[in-house]
């Protein structure tokens, strides 16, 4: 017997220790029958999957436990508070027509962009630039531009797309990038807004209607001009308290009611005034707010939630539908200061006069930042005084007191004098209530004795006293804004977040 046949025996005896019988031996022992044949049985037990025909097969696409499952949300509210004296007024001068507030919107922020040999645009520091009253920043670069530099001046070639940007110069500072939308919003945007709801409104009280001026003389018509100014002027006639209610449009979002006429039914809310008071139609409007709120505490409920919310568009009517109007466009062309440099005559532009129902004594005006900005970059600044530039640079994002309006012309001399004070100026027509000017606190310095002297003294001119001509540096007026008559509106958004109980309340990253 060979070796394989002993090697492989002896292997089938240790097998067949596992086997409770042989089935061969089986056979050999008892007549052959189908029913003799026992089922085969190993001592080793094993364990076999066994598979559901009936059901949904365990992770196919129409099992449902492979789906993830919607995270838990809860609801919460967000206040939005559009206060119109922070938006843009040169883009929208009206804040009661269409004020748009957007989300997710860019702010205004400061740039200093690189320059190269190969540049798009010319630098505010060449010499093409140097040479312009104020430098235009972005001009672009098609004709080349020139380096000043020693012993002679370096020029650069126009800008050529197909090369590449070259070596790097310099940086160029004071851009600003503008801001996104309409100038007015936020960086903060809404998700899955499920409600939107008005909270409250703080309306001024101001007039919303120009009186005609006819010539004074002595004529019937311009003493009844004069009479009708001299009365109604500063009054709360045609104000806000005079109408039952208010009329608010959000978007294109209707409410919740029916009236009489079609703008009711579209409007978004109807507002009333929250402390109703008997008014004194005799006495001047003083400088304050009122507050007017929703007639009910309705929100409207959208059917599907906003899952991005990108802006507000806000219009107020009287209650059949008329727009109010407040176009805030008013500009300097000049600042001037008074005898003792303590105060600042600030002087409208070219036929720019205003009443007392746009600016009163009390009120605040804040400077178009903007214009300010592009001043600071002006050349002809190199050749005054620091002081010039620091009282700029103070007159920006500050707000001021308005202390007197003032009605005045420049003399002999171009110094701005009232104008009784100058022979041959006085009014032929009835503005009794019509200004060009009006009074703000200087910057001051307090010394130890109580002594107020003026912060940047280097800034005011020694013989005219001008402080500041806008139209020398930039090539136009400084617009400005009376802060204390502009409305404010704040909604309520309810919005679906996700709930961050299940993870004791805090993010995980």
């Not at 500063?234 to 079609?262: A, M």
């Not at 309705?298 to 209650?319: C, G, H, K, M, Y």
């Not at 005045?408 to 503005?431: I, L, S």
Request: include cysteine; proline fraction near 8%; charged fraction near 15%.
């Amino acid at each position: 017997m060979s070796d394989y046949l002993k090697l492989m025996m002896r292997e089938q005896a240790e097998a067949r220790k596992g086997y409770s019988y042989n089935p061969r031996e089986r056979l050999l022992t008892q007549p052959f029958s189908t029913s003799n044949v026992e089922t085969f049985t190993d001592s080793k037990k094993t364990n076999v999957m066994s598979v559901d025909y009936t059901g949904v097969p365990e992770g196919s696409r129409s099992d449902p436990d492979i789906v993830q499952e919607t995270p838990k949300t809860k609801m919460m509210k967000r206040y939005v508070i559009m206060d119109a004296s922070q938006r843009d007024w040169l883009k929208q001068p009206n804040p009661y027509t269409n004020l748009v507030y957007t989300f997710g919107s860019q702010t205004t922020a400061a740039s200093n962009p690189p320059v190269y040999e190969n540049n798009s645009f010319v630098p505010t520091f060449a010499v093409e630039q140097q040479v312009l009253p104020s430098p235009i920043p972005g001009i672009p670069n098609t004709g080349g531009w020139t380096l000043a530099a020693e012993p002679s001046n370096i020029r650069y070639p126009p800008y050529n797309s197909s090369l590449t940007r070259g070596n790097f110069i310099a940086y160029d500072t004071g851009y600003l990038i503008q801001p996104s939308g309409a100038g007015f919003g936020s960086v903060f945007t809404p998700s899955n807004v499920s409600a939107i709801r008005l909270v409250r409104a703080v309306l001024p009280q101001r007039q919303f209607f120009s009186l005609p001026i006819d010539p004074c003389g002595t004529s019937v018509d311009g003493s009844t001009s004069l009479f009708i100014e001299s009365n109604i002027t500063g009054k709360p006639y045609s104000s806000f308290g005079t109408y039952p209610y208010l009329l608010f449009y959000l978007n294109e979002y209707f409410g919740q009611y029916v009236g009489g006429n079609e703008p009711m039914r579209r409007a978004f809310s109807v507002m009333t005034q929250k402390g109703r008071q008997q008014t004194n139609f005799e006495t001047g409007i003083g400088v304050q707010q009122y507050d007017y709120e929703p007639w009910n505490q309705e929100a409207l409920n959208l059917q599907s939630p906003i899952t991005n919310f990108q802006r507000i568009a806000v219009t107020i009517t009287d209650p059949i539908g008329t727009n109010f109007i407040q176009n805030d466009t008013l500009t300097l062309s000049l600042i001037q200061a008074t005898s003792n440099q303590v105060y600042l005559k600030c002087f409208t532009g070219s036929f720019q006069y205003f009443s007392s129902n746009d600016l009163r004594v009390g009120d605040r005006v804040t400077f178009y930042s903007n214009t300010i900005t592009d001043m600071l970059k002006s050349v002809i600044l190199n050749n005054q005084s620091p002081d010039k530039k620091s009282f700029l640079t103070s007159l920006l994002n500050a707000t001021f007191p308005v202390l007197q309006l003032l009605d005045y012309v420049p003399d002999e001399n171009g110094v701005y004098v009232p104008r009784t004070d100058v022979p041959g100026a006085a009014r032929t027509r009835p503005y009794v209530s019509s200004y060009n000017g009006f009074l703000i606190p200087n910057f001051v310095t307090i010394t130890a004795l109580g002594d107020a002297s003026a912060s940047f003294p280097g800034s005011i001119d020694a013989t005219t006293n001008n402080v500041l001509e806008p139209n020398l540096y930039v090539g136009s007026n400084l617009p400005f804004l009376n802060t204390s008559l502009q409305p404010v509106y704040t909604l309520e958004l309810e919005t679906q977040e996700p709930d961050t109980g299940a993870i004791g309340g805090k993010i995980v990253v």
